[in-house]
């Protein structure tokens, strides 16, 4: 269970996360929506230890995220950021290694070899696993980081905007990877993500962010209704069901 | 241990593929580098053999030592900025050891400082240099590197304060003592200081020591802070102690033969070519063993073929300087 207790985050002026209290249960995929400059990204990061919080506590299993030390915490959560920027020439088996670092500190064990390969093969990445990084497609980048996560083998998995730079087919492949991570792996994954469709296909909760604060919580079925998304995002969203699924209608939405 | 010992894998074959050239490329320098300090002992000799091998082994101790402390204070600078390209030099840290010499003599003058051991002056520039680039450089790094240009800047406007300064300090002192100062500054592989060249040794392996602990972290460093925060390192303390070694590694190269500049970007990037890896194990040995391999190199066939007629500093700084703007070049397409 992550809990955060009333966490503030400030740059500068701007108030971007204003005193957000919220319990992410333990299991299932969680979405994090909401629109450009709620505040999802810097939540994520303050749960995840990226960033300071000017205010508030953030627990992860009872663990507080600004005490515990670092590798303690890289055992229990993992994150993967929207912006990959590595200088460093890496192979993607290399990059993928790197998510065993807190496990074995730099001296691989037979173990983690095959933690690697097996998170290669999950990812579909056998046959790229010798190209280097610089070499790969966005989408092939964005998958071969989130091996990486993978391979860290945490029970928390926290993404931030994962479906960035991929197509229709990879975005549906990584929700659905993230949505088998969930059942087949046990793990908590809490994902931001912009398309609020894709949240109610593969989500078990939704929470929703605005202004800095948490505006909404609950099941899609909660949350995929036009007076909640209309307030949210401030189009008019029609919510039609389609294949049991809420899917939000927004493309020539009246402001 | 042992149980840990033996799980570890021996062999990956996509890895160990890998890892060969690497060791190959390390083995080739250092019989390269092996064979340049034999010549650089021998060729020309003439007399005392006990002489010659005494004054030539005191040169060629005082290159390695500067060979090492510009190619691993280099590498380890780039890995925790996440770049190839900004230097301690070109950030201005030597342009800050020359400011605290000059200052030095303008407070206490040539003779006062020439009084007292070079040993105790170099620990005290020593301990200011670690004190001010970690309050002046901490800042830039600690929250990550926001615009190479904008670092760069920054770091050129900081190297040009400094060299101003000791430039305004130099013209209001005595011109002998100005002269004295100039010396120092004039990077020169020739002259040896016998005292200091064994303090620095000695403190250079201490420093290795401590860093050589840390080398797999290194690794993870270079991916970039938010990786490295995610996979479980402290990365401000890493960065802080990264930071204070390589204050020291410069501390180390300027106080022996002066300021170079563009000499650690070259070893460094050529380090990056011919080691096709990303652990530090193999880059930093490599780059140090380049640079060894070019000032022994170079100073032989400066003083064998050109007979001194040029200064080492200057070729290096010229090929440094064009692998420079080669880099800013090729980087404007990349960033």
């Known amino acids: 269970m992550i ?9 500068g002026p701007a108030l971007v996360v204003d005193g957000v209290s919220v319990t992410i249960p333990k299991g299932g995929v969680t979405a994090v929506i909401g629109p450009n400059g709620a505040g999802k990204s810097t939540l994520l990061s303050m749960v995840s230890r990226l960033v300071g919080m000017d205010a508030g ?3 992860v299993d009872g663990l507080d995220v600004s005490r515990t030390p670092g ?18 020439r890496l192979t993607v088996a290399d990059l993928v290694a790197f998510g065993r670092y807190p496990h074995s500190k730099g001296r691989p064990t037979i173990e983690d070899e095959a933690r690697v390969e097996a998170a290669l093969a999950w990812l579909g990445l056998d046959e790229l696993s010798g190209r280097f990084l610089d070499e790969l497609s966005g989408g092939q980048r964005q998958r071969a980081f989130v091996a990486m996560v993978l391979c ?30 969930a059942d087949e792996l046990d793990k908590t994954v809490v994902v931001v993500l912009h398309d609020i469709n894709f949240a109610s296909c593969y989500a078990d909760t939704i929470l929703a962010m605005k202004n800095g604060r948490l505006a909404h919580q609950g099941p899609p079925a909660e949350i995929m209704r036009p007076e909640v998304l209309r307030d949210l995002y401030e ?21 | 241990m042992s149980s840990a010992e033996a799980r ?44 010659v091998l005494q004054l030539r082994g005191l040169k060629v101790l005082q290159m390695l030592l500067v060979a090492y402390a510009i190619g691993v204070s280099t590498v380890l600078f780039q890995t925790i900025t996440n770049n190839r390209i900004l230097t301690p030099s070109i950030m201005g840290f030597d342009a800050l050891y020359v400011l605290i010499q000059t200052a030095l003599v303008f407070g206490l003058g040539s003779a006062a400082l020439s009084a007292i051991d070079a040993r105790a002056t170099f620990a005290l520039e020593l301990a200011a240099m670690t004190g001010f680039s970690l309050l002046l450089f901490r800042w830039l ?60 040794a000695g403190l250079t392996l201490l420093v290795s020591v401590f860093g050589w602990r840390m080398r797999r972290r290194f690794d993870v460093l270079a991916l970039g802070r938010e990786a490295a925060v995610g996979l479980g390192l402290d990365h401000r303390r890493d960065v802080t102690a990264i930071l204070v070694l390589v204050a020291v590694l410069v501390s180390v190269s300027t106080a022996l033969v002066g300021p170079v500049t563009f000499f650690g970007l070259l070893v460094a990037n050529l380090a990056y070519q011919i080691v096709p890896t990303h652990r530090h194990a193999a ?37 440094g300087g064009v692998v420079f703007i080669l880099l800013l070049l090729k980087g404007r397409g990349a960033r």
């Open chain 1, 3 to 11: 809990e955060a207790r009333s966490v503030s985050k400030s740059y």
């Open chain 1, 57 to 59: 506590t953030v627990t």
């Open chain 1, 71 to 88: 590798d303690v915490l890289a055992r229990r959560l993992s994150i993967l950021r929207q912006e990959q920027a590595v200088t460093v």
């Open chain 1, 152 to 181: 860290q083998d945490t029970d928390y998995v926290l993404l931030d905007e994962p479906l960035n730079n991929l197509d229709l087919k990879h975005a549906v492949g990584m929700m659905r990877l993230l949505r088998r991570a």
């Open chain 1, 235 to 255: 189009i008019e969203v029609d919510v039609e069901e389609i294949g049991g699924k809420r899917i939000g209608l927004y493309f020539d939405a009246r402001g």
């Open chain 2, 8 to 51: 570890r894998a021996p062999f990956a074959p996509p890895r160990a593929a890998r890892t060969v050239p690497a060791g190959l490329a390390l083995s080739l320098l250092g019989v390269a580098l092996l064979a340049a300090i034999a010549a650089f002992m021998t060729v020309g000799a003439r007399g005392s053999w006990s002489f």
């Open chain 2, 141 to 200: 790094f600690a929250g990550g590197l926001r615009s190479l240009h904008l670092t760069l800047v920054v770091g050129i406007v900081f190297g040009t304060f400094f060299r101003s300064l000791s430039g305004f300090m130099q013209r209001l002192i005595d011109p002998n003592e100005f002269v004295v100062l100039q010396d120092r500054f004039f990077a020169s592989f020739n002259t040896v200081n016998r005292d200091l060249l064994l303090a620095a």
């Open chain 2, 283 to 319: 880059v930093l040995p490599a780059a140090a063993m380049l640079a060894g391999l070019c000032l022994v190199g170079g100073q032989l066939v400066l003083e064998r073929v050109f007979a001194f007629d040029t200064a080492l500093a200057v070729i290096v700084e010229f090929v």
